[in-house]
């Protein structure tokens, strides 16, 4: 158990709808990543939080998608008017401060199914 | 897309068996990490290496930061059947974003 829990494990939605995943991130964690992960493939960087702050969106992240990390604890990813290529594993992942700055720990990820 | 080579792209294990997989990147990385991810859950930190050249063992593994930095690669001694999953490498660069291979799959041979 890396201690980073998403909500919901899994979703299933129609083309068109709103969906938005949680991540609550091991406490004492102050960076916080989202990923996203197609069959066969590894996670591909989607965004990147410093306590609150976000620091870095990659090009992946097209302007229906937006993430939050309203007090620098949970985070929040809203993906608008879904398409069916949305469908994928969502991952979040946290990583300490100090001497461990690289490493960084994933939570169990959202499966999101567009229909 | 992704930036490192996985190799091989799946293999098979007999149970006792020793197994090795490794990556290779055209950039250089300031660390490397190696996770095994099982089906439908979130990749695992197996082990972490942070300067060139580093030989870390984390029980039956073994891993290698590559004196070049484009490289690494990890070893399992006598395997076991809870052995098998999905193993990525994974470089972290610049804001310690992640980059991966797309992954070995290990599976207990029939």
């Known amino acids: 158990d890396t201690g980073v829990s998403q909500d919901p494990r899994h979703k299933i939605t129609k083309r068109g709808q709103n969906v938005t995943f949680r991540c609550d991130p091991i406490?004492?964690?102050?960076?916080l990543y989202w990923y996203r992960q197609t069959l066969g493939q590894g996670p591909e960087f989607l965004t990147y939080?410093?306590?609150?702050?976000?620091?870095?969106k990659s090009r992946l992240l097209s302007d229906r998608f937006s993430a939050e990390r309203p007090k620098g604890s949970f985070s929040t990813l809203e993906i608008q008017r879904t398409e069916q290529g949305d469908s994928a594993m969502y991952l979040c992942a946290t990583g300490p401060d100090g001497r461990a700055l690289n490493e960084q720990f994933f939570g169990p990820g959202t499966r999101l199914t567009v229909l | 897309g992704q930036q490192l080579n996985q190799s091989p792209q799946s293999m098979f294990i007999q149970e006792g068996e020793d197994v090795s997989m490794n990556c290779t990147s055209s950039s250089i990385f300031n660390t490397w990490l190696w996770y095994k991810q099982d089906p439908g859950e979130g990749p695992v930190l197996l082990i972490a290496?942070?300067?060139?050249?580093e030989l870390t063992s984390n029980g039956r593994l073994t891993a290698q930061f590559g004196i070049t930095r484009k490289d690494s690669f990890l070893n399992i001694s006598a395997s076991i059947p809870s052995d098998v999953g999905i193993y990525f490498c994974a470089g972290s660069g610049r804001i310690y974003k992640l980059s991966f291979g797309a992954g070995t799959t290990v599976t207990v041979r029939a």
């Open positions: 939080f410093q306590n609150e702050a976000q620091l870095e």
């Open positions: 290496l942070y300067k060139a050249g």
């Open positions: 406490s004492e964690h102050n960076r």
